[in-house]
């Protein structure tokens, strides 16, 4: 557990970060976040998250704490002050503190910054390699504005649970024409039966566009790996050759059993240890230039 979070412009021993009761975030769950993985002392996709972040800001009307430059000063000197190597970085800002009222405060209410993080193992290929996860699918309860990285995540903290109460990883949601939409707090990816990569199109805004994902999808365009966007069921899910997640955290995690279904032959596939392999060498590569996110 790191020794400090910073909050509002102060680096504050762990156990005494705290926020206002009357935060917009805590009343309303009025903000976004994101979530960058710090890599042997790298922050893995920075310029992807950033982006993000800036979009889903921009979307809920919530200024930038800060300027991205002075925000990543910040976060190098909070890995500093933690002596972090591997971690994830949250990046949590919400509307700030205000009396409680639906409506956006008015006058010089400042957004709430906190960066905190979690620390985690180094990440190990061998080891990845052999974690083969089962995952369940679960109704999709959530919001219609899943394009954004919004701290709502009460839908997402339910799927999960429910997956892990059935014995899985990861929960699936499926959306009301009975498609998968994504993972509780990742992308879902599956390999079809002619061994063409897809994954959900994110033009309808029904799903958050990763971007882990964002950087795979160039990376296989440079790679000549075939990738198709459409939207796929369990059911062709079930009988998919190899299917994966995808997240900041997660990076890429193989998928091997779906609501008890055995994918391909229940091993790690091919193109899966593939994409394992190339999108570890490209976030953990700190002179690669990092590809930038779009909203569409
Ligand atoms: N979750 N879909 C959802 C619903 C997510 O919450 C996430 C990320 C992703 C993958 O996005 P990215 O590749 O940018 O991490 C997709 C983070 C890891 C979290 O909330 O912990």
């Known amino acids: 557990m790191p020794r400090y979070s910073y909050v509002n412009g102060h680096y504050v021993p762990h156990g005494e970060a705290a926020v206002h009761i009357e935060d917009r975030g805590f009343q309303f769950a009025d903000g976004v976040y994101e979530v960058i993985s710090c890599v ?3 922050f893995a996709d920075e310029v992807g998250h950033l982006d993000r972040l800036e979009r889903s800001l921009r979307e809920m009307r919530i200024a930038m704490p800060m300027p991205r430059k002075a925000l990543q000063l910040v976060m190098r000197e909070f890995i500093r002050r933690n002596r972090i190597k591997n971690a994830y970085v949250y990046i ?7 009396p409680r009222d639906f409506k956006f405060p008015q006058g010089d209410i400042k957004p709430t910054l906190v960066v905190s993080a979690i620390g985690c193992a180094r990440f190990d290929m061998a080891e990845r390699k052999n974690l083969l996860k089962k995952a369940v699918t679960v109704p999709d309860l ?10 709502c995540l009460t839908a997402q ?4 649970q429910m997956a892990v109460d059935r014995g899985a990883y990861e929960a699936l949601m499926v959306d009301d024409d009975g498609f998968i939409t994504e993972g509780s707090s990742t992308n879902a990816w599956i ?24 950087a795979i999808q160039a990376l296989c365009k440079k790679e000549g790996v075939k990738l198709v966007e459409r939207a796929f069921t369990p059911a062709e899910a079930y009988k998919a050759k190899e299917a994966f ?52």
């Open 92 to 98: 949590q800002v919400t509307r700030g503190a205000a």
């Open 245 to 296: 997640i995808t997240a900041a955290t997660t990076l890429v995690m193989p998928i091997v059993s779906i609501d008890g279904y055995k994918i391909g032959d229940g091993k790690l596939g091919k193109l899966t240890s593939k994409i394992l392999d190339f999108y570890f060498d490209y976030a953990s590569d700190k002179k690669r230039k990092q590809e930038h996110w779009t909203p569409t």
């Open 40 to 42: 042997s002392g790298h």
């Open 142 to 151: 959530r919001w219609k504005r899943r394009d954004i990285k919004a701290t």
């Open 191 to 214: 390999v079809d039966k002619k061994g063409t990569l897809v994954t959900r199109p994110t033009d309808h805004n029904d799903i958050l566009k990763g971007v882990t994902r964002n």
């Open 157 to 160: 903290v339910l799927a999960k």
